[in-house]
């Protein structure tokens, strides 16, 4: 314990939320310091990292799609879940050296959420992933309960809270009780796909080729989930499918709202799902407690609306959606001593 507390000395406690579209990183006393997408450009062929290992983040997600033959920008996360192992190391050693400072002689320790639906394997890369990036020690908590606890949901307290946190990979669908996940789903439908149905429609609808930043636009711009009071429009430059060429053409709010239907739809499932299998006791708590949206997905128009009426409970959107899971691994960090036992760290395994 002294030698921790020594060694927290000279190095940084951090909280990772490893997304599948945006790492954030969360230091104890000084909130997120870190936001940036999960992208890494790399030599093709290789997994080198260009300039010299800083092409991650914003610098690599801008060449998404533009990249030349010889480049690749990467994410190395799919579905919540580790896909590239090398990259995803190269990432993470980039986002603690410029978090943790390179003149610090120890590395940090370091708290990271993980999907609660992804197997032993999976977990064992991101403890390796995060020691050979430079961690001291590497405790793993569960996404909900990070995105339960940065909601400010009363997560110790012998009552029910709900959290569905739709993320870029994956949609976590929680009930907490007693700073324990009580009974919870993941699945692999989130933010992702809502873009790729926007790719998939324009293709059909309109014989438009378009890319996922674009997609990822449009859906921020027009999408939504419930009709809107005021529908709205935008202007979209793509790729003609049949002559190849540049063209531009306008889409309504309504047409994008029809391109989402089926994925909003898998995401209500999840949810109702979740809700059948829970504990009368807990059930009867959530009429009052209602159901909490975080991640990026909870940004959609209407989205509270739609799972709203489809479970009959009340349904509000976090505070600052985007970060919650991120807060929730910093207040980890802060009740690292309370909460150690309900986390799994790399030396239950050696």
């Known amino acids: 314990m002294l030698l921790d507390r020594l060694l927290g000395f000279f190095s940084v406690d951090m909280g990772i939320d490893l997304g599948t579209c945006n790492t954030l990183v969360c230091v104890r006393g000084q909130g997120i ?42 994410r190395p996360l799919k579905d919540g879940v580790i896909s590239d192992f090398e990259i995803t190391e190269a990432m993470l050693k980039y986002f603690i050296r410029k978090v943790n400072g390179r003149s610090r002689i120890f590395g940090p320790r370091v708290v990271i959420s993980i999907p609660s639906g992804i197997t032993a394997v999976e977990k064992r890369a991101v403890l390796d992933s995060a020691e050979h990036a430079g961690a001291r020690k590497v405790y793993l908590v569960e996404e ?21 946190d739709i993320g870029g990979g994956t949609t976590e669908v929680a009930i907490l009780s007693l700073a324990d996940i ?45 009709p809107l009071a005021q529908e709205l429009q935008m202007d979209v430059r793509g790729q003609d499918v049949v002559s190849g060429l540049p063209r531009k053409t306008v889409i309504r709010s309504e047409e994008i709202r029809e391109a989402l239907s089926e994925t909003v739809r898998a995401i209500t499932e999840a949810v109702t799902r979740t809700l059948e299998r829970t504990d009368p006791e807990l059930s009867a708590d959530l009429v009052d407690n209602g159901i909490t949206l975080a991640g990026g997905g909870a940004l959609l128009r209407g989205i509270d609306q739609i799972l709203q009426q489809a479970t009959g409970l009340p349904t509000k959107i976090a505070d600052d959606p985007l970060t919650c899971v991120a807060r929730g691994t910093g207040m980890y960090l802060e009740n690292l001593e309370l909460l150690k036992s309900t986390m799994e760290s790399d030396s239950d395994e050696h």
């Open 144 to 164: 909900p309960m990070a995105a339960g606890i940065g909601a400010g949901l009363p997560y110790m307290e012998p009552t029910a809270s709900m959290i569905v």
């Open 33 to 74: 310091v870190l936001n940036e997408p999960s992208v890494v450009a790399v030599r093709k062929g290789t997994n080198k990292v260009l300039n010299n290992g800083t092409a991650v983040g914003f610098a690599a997600k801008e060449m998404l799609g533009k990249t030349p033959g010889s480049i690749s920008a990467i």
């Open 182 to 226: 009580a009974c919870c789903e993941s699945v692999r439908v989130a933010g992702d796909d809502l873009d790729e149905a926007i790719v998939t429609y324009l293709r059909k609808q309109h014989s438009l080729t378009i890319g996922e930043q674009t997609a990822e636009r449009i859906k921020i711009q027009i999408g939504s989930a419930a």
